[in-house]
């Protein structure tokens, strides 16, 4: 089965990306802390409530500028402090500098890049090329669509296409437009905002679509390789796409015509006039947008959501990871940084395994992982070095 990982067509020549040092002052429970991370990786292990994801948190904000938990940035500084600022030194082709701070009574948060602070959060997106694995991934598959979206948004983010842009301004516009909508505007005021909406929404709809079809195949496999069998299929459901008539094949082209998306966004808008007016939001558009998981049961597709065992979601959930993985290993030709948060926790040993095997025979970057017992650590980083963290403090 590993070899037919291997084999997809993205196998890429290799270089290295790895967190050097990483400087923490007052990011949650961590305090004031400079750490020096060995190249090949580290184990973390500590007890729970002692700040493991807390520190993985803190260097994903490095890649992402926000929580990987959602939460927002005025609840990451320290309870009694008002801010917080963290430094990562980053080895790639040299070294580069990624520092990230929020202030809580100013709500300014702040990014900077070797030193000079980015006008543009969006520019400083994605230098770590990090992926977090975690016991929670499992709500990519069991969640509500937001959570499915807000994958999509960061992974289609990091690419670096425009895609942040087009987002963040597909967003105002539909809050400008469901605004006029709230305040009995009038239609001229809503439709101001119209072709505005459609140019960026289709936008987002066309790069979604892009991101599915490239990478469901890969999905697929690593879903087979993880688990030996249970199929699990990815596809995007735009809100676009809805209800257009042909088989599957043909709704699963919908998006790769940005234009056509535009069309068909503009019938939609009229369509959905009385609705939108009667709601006063805005009802159709990518905001409204599925990813599925497919399981075939008996030649008959279900949605794994509601229908797939608990191993068939976790595992959907891992490869969905794995995939991102391997979207930042074409994106930058060089290895992700992997931060396994616990991550295998609740998989079975063999299926456990198997991704730490997959995830060596595609190279060997930086892994740092957290567990609370040696026993947990030692079956997914024999040879890492091992900390300790207590009470939000690392001993390396
Ligand atoms: P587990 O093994 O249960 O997952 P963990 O080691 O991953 O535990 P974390 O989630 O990293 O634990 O840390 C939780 C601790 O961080 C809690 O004690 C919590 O009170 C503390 N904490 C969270 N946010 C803040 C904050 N803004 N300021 C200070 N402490 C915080
Ligand atoms: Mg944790």
Redesign the pocket.
């Known amino acids: 089965m590993l070899h037919h990982v291997r084999n997809l067509p993205f196998a890429v020549p290799f270089r290295f990306v790895i967190l050097r040092e990483l400087e923490l002052r007052h990011f949650?429970?961590l305090g004031i802390q400079e750490l020096r991370f060995p190249p090949e990786g580290v184990a973390v292990i500590?007890?729970?409530?002692?700040?493991?994801?807390?520190?993985l948190?803190a260097i994903y904000y490095l890649e992402s500028f926000r929580s990987f938990r959602g939460a927002g940035d005025g609840?990451?500084?320290?309870?009694p402090e008002d801010a917080f600022h963290l430094k990562g030194i980053v080895d790639g082709d040299g070294p580069a500098t990624v520092s990230a701070g929020f202030d809580r009574r100013r709500r300014k948060k702040k990014v900077s890049v070797d030193g000079s602070e980015t006008r543009r959060i969006s520019a400083a997106l994605g230098r770590l090329g990090a992926v977090v694995f975690s016991p929670s991934d499992v709500e990519l598959v069991t969640g509500g669509p937001q959570v499915r979206r807000r994958f999509l948004d960061i992974v289609l983010s990091l690419d670096g296409n425009g895609y942040v842009e087009s987002l963040s301004r597909y967003g105002r516009t539909l809050a400008q437009r469901n605004a006029a909508l709230r305040a009995n505007a009038g239609a001229q005021a809503v439709r101001a905002w119209d072709e505005e909406l459609v140019s960026h929404g289709a936008r987002v709809t066309h790069l979604r679509h892009e991101w599915i079809s490239t990478w469901s195949g890969a999905f697929a496999a690593y879903c087979a390789a993880i688990s030996g069998c249970d199929p699990v299929a990815l596809a995007y459901r735009p809100d676009l796409g809805r209800g257009r008539v042909g088989p599957e094949d043909r709704r699963a082209e919908f998006g790769a015509d940005e234009d056509e998306v535009g069309e068909r966004f503009r019938e939609r808008l009229r369509e959905s006039w009385e609705t939108d007016v009667r709601r006063g939001a805005t009802t159709v558009g990518p905001h409204r947008d599925e990813l599925l998981f497919t399981i075939t049961s008996q030649g008959r597709p279900l949605a794994a959501r509601t229908y797939g065992s608990g191993g068939q979601r976790r595992t959907a959930a891992l490869a969905l990871r794995l995939t991102e993985a391997a979207a930042i290993r074409r994106r930058r030709r060089a290895e992700p940084i992997l931060l396994l948060?616990?991550a295998f926790a609740e998989l079975d040993e063999g299926r456990s395994m198997r991704v730490m095997a997959m995830l060596r025979e595609e190279g060997a970057g930086q892994v740092i992982l957290?567990a609370?017992k040696e026993s947990d650590a030692r079956l997914r980083g024999p040879s890492l070095e091992r900390w300790r963290?207590r009470e939000?403090v690392v001993e390396a």
């Open positions: 949650r429970n500590g007890d729970n409530a002692q700040g493991k994801t807390n520190l948190e609840e990451l500084a320290a309870f948060d616990d957290t609370p963290i939000g």
